[in-house]
């Protein structure tokens, strides 16, 4: 077995020196006094080396608000996500020609860089062939993103990352002087922000060059979008967290010749932009359009649309599909329309002819009775039709009942223009930060936890350290595990309904992860490596893994995660190997997050519902904690519903197993507050909403993850659902969970695929 780590290892060993670490408590680590805090608002260089993934990944954790990551000129390989968690951090290339991340042949994560921290900077970098996004920024307020390219350096192509710069469910954000080139959705794209200035940006060889989706209050303007399919989008989706998006202006930008074929994923919205399009506004309200040159794009020049002109499903009882007071007004149109493309166009051309006019309209409106609200004025003299989607029938034109209208002095409503987007300051940085505290003092090996005696490996619980397990159980490519609690003396745990259970402060879980060498006959021995740990502080929990020797006789502290080469016998007689990942510290965080503070995963009421693991008898887990004095709370007798066992046809229906499996290894981030919320997927075992489980559901930012699908979950059609696609894939960009696997879990997808077979197809 090979680990990728030691030199990394080495080199956080010498931060923390530097840094300086105070003498750790061996049961719950202490925070620093404030003489051992660095000082924030330092730079620090991290030049492109071998090392460098594990390297940048430390620096990241151990980073302090106000703190500056410079990068230098060179090329930086990166196989894995970088994760920036931590508030008021700037990334600073020495430009984005001489400082180049690429990601090509990246293995892990779904992003480039995923930040989710406020007060966020990036600059003077490019990012080339990410596997999935590039740069996605994730609940942020203030977020700064200039002088960046994002690329994917290959032909366009449907297995290019999605987005480009992607910030989402954020406020406050600046994309300025990017340049975005080939993303198969949108090169920029902005989606359920609030407050937002994108300008100055280059967009080319993307589907979409601009994207503003689901937002409140954007300016866009001096920019280039050209050679995309679509230049700029203004789209609402159904089914998400943000809903109206409203108050956007898009202005002063030169928006020229996007006649790019449409490379997008057959199931990801964008596929039915129409190549040849220039400016697209759909379902979304009160936008003005103003003062661009908009010229050469070989479709329409501007296209107001419905959502129901892309013919998809809505199942969001709350969605606007249809966009009111929408202003176009003193642009410069010309040269578009000559060579009208995609399946409406074809539709379009008998009754439009061969070129179409630059402005279209869909013609769907709330009342018939009333003036649309929408306005046309001072466009250079721009031709215009409402093409009446509602009567755009091939029987109707074949029975000459369908005729367009091209009297644009009907859309005269009286709009006010909106108002500018005004950007507020960055927050000054706080003067310390309690997680790099925390990073800090943490143990530097898992020995000094004091959780077991003897041997290290052969896990011994010391007193005070008891066993536990649960029913269905996280996939981790395999591993077995080993589940610990330590309570501090003289405190209990409180029972909860719902949720994980309420612990004290100073808990500490454990939890071992191994490999039989052969799982056929335990007697072969096993692989330990890692053991990560969970410790709750009075400010709140947090995770960190470490690292077992070669040797097995110590794990070490590895805050920028890890890599090791497994190789072993399966329990059905095959071999078997993955490169098995460590997460880092900030994955962690990702990956327990709820509403940005960290929640364990596993230890639910339902979940710990069940039998003594290894007792050698029947006595159930929850009545033996309140017994031991270890739990309050817990309702007499059977009140204490179990969750099912996924691979226990016994414990419950196939739709529950499924359900099960779901929730424990997909709802901690699909979930209202979890980092997978901008989805609007929710997979939590007490959501009843068929459609906020992805029954019907239209996906949002999977790009080719969607597999050339057009909903989430089809009843009847598992081979047709986005969900099992993605179970059942092992590309990094593609796969879900896309973090702490890289092997498909059959045994779950399974059962998954089962319970959609099984569902009505009329659902």
Not at 349 to 361: M, N, Q, V
């Amino acid at each position: 077995m090979r680990l990728r780590v030691p030199a990394a290892a080495a080199l956080l060993a010498g931060l923390l020196f530097v840094l300086g670490c105070g003498e750790a408590d061996r049961r719950a680590p202490s925070s620093a006094g404030a003489e051992n805090r660095a000082a924030p608002g330092r730079t620090y260089a991290v030049p492109p080396s071998p090392d460098v993934q594990y390297q940048l990944q430390a620096r990241l954790i151990e980073a302090l608000p106000g703190d500056v990551i410079q990068l230098e000129a060179g090329r930086y390989a990166l196989r894995r996500q970088l994760d920036v968690s931590a508030d008021n951090i700037t990334i600073r290339g020495r430009g984005a020609d001489q400082t180049v991340l690429t990601f090509q042949g990246q293995t892990a994560g779904g992003h480039g860089i995923e930040a989710t921290g406020d007060n966020f900077v990036l600059e003077g970098l490019a990012i080339e062939d990410a596997a999935g996004n590039a740069v996605k920024v994730l609940g942020a307020r203030n977020v700064a993103i200039r002088d960046v390219r994002v690329e994917w350096t290959g032909p366009p192509a449907a297995s290019n990352g999605a987005y480009g710069l992607y910030p989402v469910q954020c406020e406050n954000v600046l994309l300025e002087k990017c340049v975005a080139i080939g993303a198969s959705d949108a090169g920029l794209y902005v989606g359920q922000c609030r407050n937002v200035v994108v300008r100055s940006c280059r967009a080319e060889r993307n589907v979409a060059g601009i994207e503003i989706e689901n937002t409140v209050d954007a300016d866009v303007y001096d920019n280039v979008a050209t050679n995309n399919s679509g230049g700029i989008l203004v789209f609402d989706m159904p089914g998400l967290q943000l809903k109206a998006g409203r108050n956007v202006r898009v202005f002063r930008n030169q928006v020229k010749a996007n006649n790019h074929r449409n490379f997008a994923d057959p199931g990801a919205i964008v596929a039915a932009v129409p190549p040849g399009t220039g400016v697209m506004v759909m379902a979304t309200d009160h936008v003005e359009v103003f003062d661009n040159d908009i010229r050469d794009n070989c479709t329409g020049s501007v296209l107001i649309v419905s959502y129901l002109a892309i013919d998809r499903r809505i199942n969001d009882s709350a969605f606007d599909a249809i966009p009111e007071f929408i202003s176009i007004h003193d642009n410069r149109i010309a040269g578009g329309g000559g060579d009208p493309q995609g399946t409406l166009a074809e539709l379009l051309k008998e009754a439009l002819g061969p070129r179409f006019p630059d402005i279209l309209w869909d013609g769907v409106v709330k009342s018939a009775t009333e003036p649309p609200p929408l306005r046309l004025a001072d466009n250079a003299g721009a031709s215009y039709a409402n093409f009446n989607l509602a009567l755009l029938t091939p029987e109707n034109l074949r029975a000459g009942a369908y005729q367009p209208d091209s009297d644009a002095a009907r859309l005269s409503a009286d709009l006010a223009p909106l108002a500018p987007v005004a950007l507020a300051p960055h927050d000054r940085p706080k003067a310390a930060s309690a997680a790099a505290d925390v990073y800090r003092t943490l143990p530097k090996t898992l020995s000094e936890f004091g959780l077991f005696e003897g041997p290290l490996a052969k896990h011994q619980p010391a007193a005070g350290v008891v066993l536990y397990d649960l029913n269905t159980q996280l996939f981790s490519d395999y591993a077995e595990k080993r589940r610990y609690i330590r309570l501090p003396p003289g405190t209990q745990m409180q029972y909860r309904e719902q949720g994980v259970l309420q612990f004290p402060v100073g808990t500490v879980i454990a939890k071992t992860f191994s490999y039989p060498h052969d799982m056929t006959d335990p007697a072969q021995g096993e692989r330990i490596l890692e053991t990560r740990i969970e410790l709750l502080r009075d400010d709140g929990w947090y995770g960190v893994t470490y690292l077992w020797n070669d040797e097995q006789t110590e794990a070490h502290l590895a805050l920028g995660g890890g890599e090791v080469d497994v190789q072993w016998v399966h329990s059905d007689g095959q071999p078997r190997s993955v490169n098995y990942q460590l997460p880092n510290a900030n994955q962690c965080l990702n990956c327990h997050s709820q509403d940005k503070a960290f929640v364990p995963i596993g230890p639910t009421a339902r979940n710990l519902n069940r039998p003594l693991p290894a007792s050698g008898h029947a006595e159930n887990q929850l009545q033996h904690f309140a017994a031991a004095g270890m739990l309050d709370g817990l309702p007499a007798g059977d009140a204490v519903a179990a969750l099912p066992r996924f691979d226990d046809p016994h414990s419950g229906s196939i739709a529950e197993r499924a359900r099960a499996w779901l929730d424990v290894n997909c709802a901690h981030c699909h979930s209202p507050g979890g980092t997978a919320r901008p989805s609007g997927l929710d997979l939590r075992w007490d959501q009843t909403d068929l459609a906020k489980l992805g029954v019907w559901k239209n996906p949002v930012a999977a790009g080719h993850g969607s597999g050339g699908r057009l909903y989430d979950i089809v009843p009847g059609r598992p081979d047709e659902s986005i969900l099992l696609y993605r179970l059942e894939s092992e590309d990094p960009s593609i796969a879900m969970p896309n973090v702490g696997r890289r092997l498909v879990h059959s045994e779950g997808a399974e059962v998954v695929r089962s319970w959609i077979a099984a569902m009505p197809a009329a659902q």
